[in-house]
């Protein structure tokens, strides 16, 4: 083990082995740690995508885990049922569990729940990290994460690839809206609330139940930080700075219990983090004390060597316990049995790994509890949409919205005859943003999603019965006499990860439309609110120059309906909900703002880290008439070049 830097102090384990529930946990471990021959063992340490291997070969190679990726569903039906859901559970449990391979351990069914169980038709879709790290409320995430592991459980799959504990450095990077905060306070608040919510409270009653899912604290560790924003980039920070700055929230899921960790593609200094035993094994699982297991990111582990198989024996013997493969299971299965039979991985190791696999797994009960389908997680209705979820995701709605400007337009009253234009106006794909039913969150539409509502839609219902009148028109165009105002809902169109990465915050370099239609709302003296859907901070001075109120509604999910809560006064024209959300994110003065943080030494953001205006701020709120020249124009919108090793396209 190498010397480790003094900061990395060990973490309390909730489940040390001096708990009573320990003592099981062992006697199961090393009794099917015995019984499994090295076939056997490598694999449990195989976790394969639902498309690529059925039940039946589950069952004959012993695998110990499945997952479906974004995008994936039971026989590749977006629109399958909760009963699909749980059948095709069953049917992987029972070809586990009838495994002579495997000596009948059960399998782990891994899936991205991570702003809600937002691969299947039908489920609540709560607002992506960005806005709920505006929101700073971690009671409010923890009730997330209690809802989300419902809808989970209720499909019945075990655990979920959540949360993501990046502090993100550069704005440009695609999966900037997977994190809270650019900031680790807001990250080391949210973590252990997250992995409580979803796990329940470690060592206490209740924890790991039927209606719980295992949580992973993922990427670790630095993704947030690489150069440029580059997604699966490499940072080049201090060891102090990957410290300080990034391990927190990590260090505080570990506290909590975390049960999984996922390795990150990125590298630190040149070595990639799937190969990187200082930071995999001395550091996460020696200093940190985590005693869970490390599941590779998809392919992940192929990025550290060129011939596949030295790749798989160097991700594992770096600390990988898990290789998730996207593809070529069965390579990868006879790639690391070849590793582990010649040597190369030594059997201690796969005996480590195994052994954290089988804890993990009788830390949450599935050697004895009951098929899928049969668990009470899924006999108490579906869970999946429940109407308790979504008022829930309309609040979170609500406190993750930040206004930025205000004239005194806002509040709306509802008799207000009001226009609604804009492209993401009456569109839950685009409101819902990536990792919605899709891997990038393209190719959806509003009957994609049977228990969502447009912010166009939450608008109609706030005026409906008061007077008012609301008419959809994207393009902004009208006849006869103005409308009291317009409300215009535009912003970034869905994606994840690389697909998403920048080299500018320009907003109008890449979509103009927007700003011609404030302009000439202006024009005609229609009072204008601007409504920013958004994966990251963005330059949007000359939209903010032509709105008379500018709000920043991030990724809000299916509950569109919580915008217009905060938009519109109450029924008697109270003021219902006021703006709670502040800013977790620094806001660009020009196009190429960015890195741009809190704490830097040369800080001036247009609107720092913590701002938010409330109704009661002056109307003028001194944006005044911002700078207009875009320092981007004439670059390219994205960066088609991407990191040697990227996994991209999948
Ligand atoms: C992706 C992501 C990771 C996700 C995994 C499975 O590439 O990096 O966050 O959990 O694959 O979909």
């Known amino acids: 083990m190498s010397q480790i830097a003094p900061m990395w102090r060990a973490s309390a384990n909730p489940l040390d082995c001096s708990h009573p529930s320990e003592r099981c946990v062992q006697r199961t471990v090393e009794g099917y740690l015995r019984s ?36 994936s569903f039971p026989g590749g039906d977006k629109h399958a049922s909760v009963d699909d859901w749980r059948a095709l559970a069953d049917a992987y449990h029972d070809a586990a569990r009838g495994s002579a391979r495997s000596h009948a351990v059960p399998l782990l069914w891994g899936t991205d729940a991570v702003h809600g169980h937002s691969n299947v038709y039908g489920a609540t879709v709560f607002p992506h990290n960005i806005g709920l790290g505006a929101a700073r409320d971690g009671d409010l995430m923890e009730a997330i994460a209690v809802a989300t592991a419902r809808e989970v459980a209720a499909t019945g799959i075990d655990w979920t690839f959540a949360p993501t504990l990046a502090v993100v450095r550069d704005d440009r990077w695609g999966r900037t809206y997977e994190g809270y905060a650019e900031h680790p306070d807001v990250v080391v608040d949210y973590a252990p609330r997250v992995v409580a919510g979803l796990q329940g409270a470690a060592g206490e009653a209740g924890f790991l139940g039927e209606d719980r899912v295992l949580a992973t604290a993922k990427h670790f560790l630095g993704e947030g930080h690489t150069t440029d924003g580059r997604d699966q980039g490499d940072v080049v920070c201090s060891e102090e700075t990957l410290h300080d700055l990034h391990a927190g929230g990590h260090r505080a899921a570990v506290a909590a219990g975390v049960q999984t960790v996922m390795a990150a593609y990125n590298s630190w200094h040149g070595t990639k983090v799937h190969g990187h035993r200082y930071l995999l094994t001395d550091v996460l699982k020696g200093a940190l004390g985590f005693d869970g297991f490390v599941v590779s990111d998809w392919d992940g582990f192929l990025q550290t060597a060129e011939d596949r198989a030295e790749a798989c024996g160097r991700s594992v013997n770096a600390g990988v316990d898990m290789l998730m493969v996207g593809v070529e299971w069965r390579a990868a299965y006879h790639d690391l049995l070849q590793q582990v039979v010649d040597g190369t991985v030594p059997m201690e190791r796969v005996d480590d790994a195994v052994r954290r696999i089988l804890r993990v797994k009788a830390r949450a009960g599935l050697f004895s509890c009951p098929r899928p389908s049969e668990r009470s997680a899924t006999e108490e209705g579906t869970g999946v949409g429940d109407a308790s979820h979504r008022k829930l995701a309309r609040q979170a709605v609500r406190r993750s919205l930040v206004l930025l400007k205000n004239n005194g337009v806002l509040p709306l009253r509802r008799d207000a005859k009001v226009l609604v234009a804009g492209d993401g106006a009456d569109n839950i794909g685009k409101q819902c943003g990536g990792w919605t039913l899709t891997w990038q969150g393209t190719g959806n539409d509003n009957a994609d999603f049977p228990n969502g509502t447009s912010l166009f839609d939450g608008f109609v219902q706030a005026t409906a019965h008061h007077g008012g009148a609301v008419a959809l028109s994207p393009n902004g165009e009208y006849a006869g006499e103005n409308p009291d105002v317009a409300i215009v809902v535009f912003g970034e169109d869905p994606y994840a990860e690389g697909d998403g990465d920048r080299d500018h915050l320009s907003y109008s370099a890449v979509d103009p439309k927007p700003l011609a239609i404030l302009r000439k709302l202006r024009e005609r003296g229609v009072p204008t609110v601007s409504v920013f859907l958004t994966g990251r901070p963005m330059w949007v001075n000359p939209e903010l120059n032509a709105s008379d109120a500018f ?28 703006f709670h959300g502040r800013l977790s994110f620094s806001w660009p003065r020009h196009a190429l ?32 008439r911002l700078d207009e020249s875009d320092t981007a124009v004439g670059r390219p919108a994205r960066d088609s070049t991407r990191p040697t090793g990227s996994t991209y396209p999948r």
Request: proline residues 6%; hydrophobic residues 35%.
């Open 551 to 578: 709000v920043v509604a991030w990724l809000p999910g299916t509950e569109g309906g919580g915008v217009a809560d905060v938009l519109f006064r109450g029924p008697n024209g109270e003021l219902a909900h006021d």
């Open 36 to 71: 499994l021959g090295v076939e056997g063992k490598v694999g449990q340490m195989i976790q394969a995508e639902i498309a690529n291997a059925t039940p039946t070969e589950v069952g004959e190679y012993g695998l110990g885990s499945i997952l479906n990726g974004g995008g």
């Open 593 to 624: 703002h960015t890195p741009l943080n809190v704490g830097d030494t040369d800080y001036a953001p247009l609107f720092p880290y913590g701002y938010g205006l409330r109704y009661r701020d002056a109307a003028d709120d001194g944006t005044g």
